[in-house]
């Protein structure tokens, strides 16, 4: 971790001195166009792929609003997109980031409802992460005067994802009780929020130790992701919960089914057990597949429950619910105004520090949301990525980061031991665990399994363990 630290300051530390210097290697512009700072993509990958480089300023066109851009929003979803696991990525090179808060610059024809100078927070259907953007007027709203900018970057994808889920998908009503994963999070922490503007709403916060002093008072309850939640959650309710947002997948899936009662909702918004290493990974790919339940609709049928989907950015740019959008967005900046809600900001850093601030998301050390500041001056003087953290904070990740390696390896071991001691073809060297015998031929007939995919999985098993 600390080489990999080293090799970050040392790359930002470079983009610092180029835009000191006369200009950027990478110039994406042509003739006299005016040019922006904006972070590109070059491939997917790992973070050697991001780099801050100038290209063409756009312009707006018919319907759409030109935007200075103050703040960025940085979600788990962009280091998905970063690796490549999103589906139907834009081919790189790309800017990426979907959501940003700035000053009106300029209106394309028949832009109406806007001002230059309005200060505004925006959907961008990629894009955001620079100094300018161009987005439809139809994804643009007003900021509150008192709002920041930070906390408008911080406010639109969260809370809006947040209020649809609980109220448009769940019906969350009085008296009953939601199970958030990830409760220390930009969404976790928008959802115990707008719980709190309901009576008697029980909150169960799932989220790694180290976050609990900072939010516990946020939740009802607040248990350990490492440790059996779910007989700790029927402690409490034995009849179960009536919402779970999960934004796990993988082993989650199962578990939170498990745990809603007759006419709960089931409801998963992220993947974000795929994301493991710093590029993608088959493995842990096929491990978050493999865990996942497969649902019985008949099941569903006699247990009386609901599993749903949610993704706020297909409503937006793919399904065209920007209407519905728009009201949601209304009710939030009512409850904002009334000061029953206010974004949870974790962390500012400045474009140049994209790479430390994507390893910290990566690491789940944030308690709120990490801002991408466009007009922030990065901070040269970091040996490790780690080291901009609070001091309390460094040693609990660095703890979290070891049992989260250990803990994924040990369950995918015992799992695929299970899957595989019914049928005595298999390789016996598996049984304890001591490392494939047969190396290197680790997929010949030691392997031949009736399931094909339990035989890769098994495979896999062994060459990552």
Same mark, same amino acid.
């Given at each position: 971790m600390a080489k990999e630290g080293a090799d970050m300051t040392e790359e930002t530390e470079f983009m610092i001195d180029k835009n000191v210097g006369k200009g950027l290697e990478n110039v994406e512009s042509s003739g006299n166009a005016k040019e922006m700072r904006a972070v590109i993509l070059a491939g997917f990958g790992g973070l050697n792929k991001?780099?801050?480089?100038?290209?063409?300023?756009?312009?707006?066109?018919?319907?759409?609003?030109?935007?200075?851009?103050?703040?960025?929003?940085?979600?788990?979803?962009?280091?998905?997109?970063?690796?490549?696991?999103v589906d139907n990525p834009p081919k790189p090179?790309?800017?990426?980031?979907?959501?940003?808060?700035?000053?009106?610059?300029?209106?394309?024809?028949?832009?109406?409802?806007?001002?230059?100078?309005?200060?505004?927070?925006?959907?961008?259907?990629?894009?955001?992460?620079?100094?300018?953007?161009c987005t439809p007027v139809d994804f643009v709203y007003k900021m509150p005067d008192e709002m920041t900018f930070a906390e408008a970057a911080a406010f639109s994808l969260n809370f809006v994802a947040a209020y649809m889920m609980l109220f448009e998908v769940a019906s969350?009503?009085?008296?009953?009780?939601?199970?958030?994963?990830?409760?220390?999070?930009?969404?976790?922490?928008?959802?115990?929020?707008?719980?709190?503007?309901?009576?008697n709403v029980t909150v169960f916060g799932i989220a790694s130790c180290?976050?609990?002093?900072?939010?516990?008072?946020?939740?009802?309850?607040?248990?350990?992701?490492?440790?059996?939640?779910?007989?700790?959650?029927?402690?409490?309710?034995?009849?179960?919960?009536?919402?779970?947002?999960?934004?796990?997948?993988?082993?989650?899936?199962?578990?939170g089914l498990s745990l809603l009662k007759p006419l709960g909702t089931y409801i998963l918004y992220g993947a974000s057990n795929m994301v493991t290493g710093e590029t993608k990974s088959f493995f842990s790919f096929a491990k978050s597949w493999w865990q996942v339940e497969k649902v019985n609709p008949i099941k569903l049928y006699e247990e009386n429950k609901v599993i749903a989907g949610f993704s706020l950015l297909n409503l937006l740019f793919k399904q065209g619910r920007c209407s519905l959008v728009k009201s949601v967005m209304d009710k939030l900046l009512c409850l904002y105004e009334q000061k029953k809600i206010k974004p949870v900001v974790d962390?500012?850093?400045?474009?140049?520090?994209?790479?430390?601030?994507?390893?910290?998301i990566h690491d789940r050390g944030n308690i709120g949301k990490l801002i991408l500041d466009v007009e922030k001056s990065p901070t040269p003087l970091v040996t490790s990525a780690i080291l901009k953290w609070p001091a309390t904070a460094r040693r609990?990740?660095?703890?979290?980061?070891?049992?989260?390696?250990? *803990?994924? $390896? !040990? /369950?995918?071991?015992?799992? #695929?031991?299970?899957?595989?001691?019914?049928?005595?073809?298999? @390789?016996?060297t598996h049984r304890d665990w001591t490392g494939c015998t047969?190396?290197?031929? *680790?997929? $010949? !007939? /030691?392997?031949?399994?009736? #399931?094909?995919?339990?035989?890769?999985?098994?495979?896999?098993? @062994?060459?990552?363990?």
């Open positions: 991001l780099k801050v480089t100038k290209k063409a300023m756009p312009e707006p066109q018919d319907g759409e609003v030109k935007i200075r851009v103050k703040a960025c929003g940085l979600n788990f979803l962009d280091l998905m997109v970063r690796q490549g696991t090179p790309l800017v990426p980031g979907f959501e940003c808060s700035g000053i009106v610059e300029s209106l394309g024809e028949s832009t109406k409802g806007f001002e230059i100078g309005d200060r505004v927070m925006a959907f961008v259907n990629y894009n955001a992460w620079a100094e300018v953007v969350l009503r009085e008296g009953m009780s939601v199970l958030v994963h990830s409760a220390g999070g930009g969404v976790g922490q928008a959802v115990a929020q707008l719980c709190s503007t309901v009576p180290f976050k609990h002093a900072a939010i516990r008072d946020s939740v009802t309850h607040l248990f350990d992701r490492n440790v059996d939640y779910i007989q700790e959650v029927k402690k409490i309710c034995p009849e179960g919960v009536d919402v779970v947002l999960d934004c796990l997948c993988g082993e989650n899936t199962g578990k962390s500012l850093w400045a474009l140049e520090e994209v790479k430390e601030a994507m390893q910290r609990p990740v660095k703890q979290e980061r070891k049992k989260r390696s250990l *803990r994924e $390896t !040990t /369950t995918a071991r015992s799992e #695929c031991l299970s899957s595989i001691r019914p049928n005595k073809t298999h @390789c016996n047969d190396s290197p031929q *680790r997929n $010949t !007939t /030691t392997h031949k399994c009736v #399931c094909m995919y339990v035989c890769m999985y098994a495979c896999a098993v @062994c060459m990552y363990a």
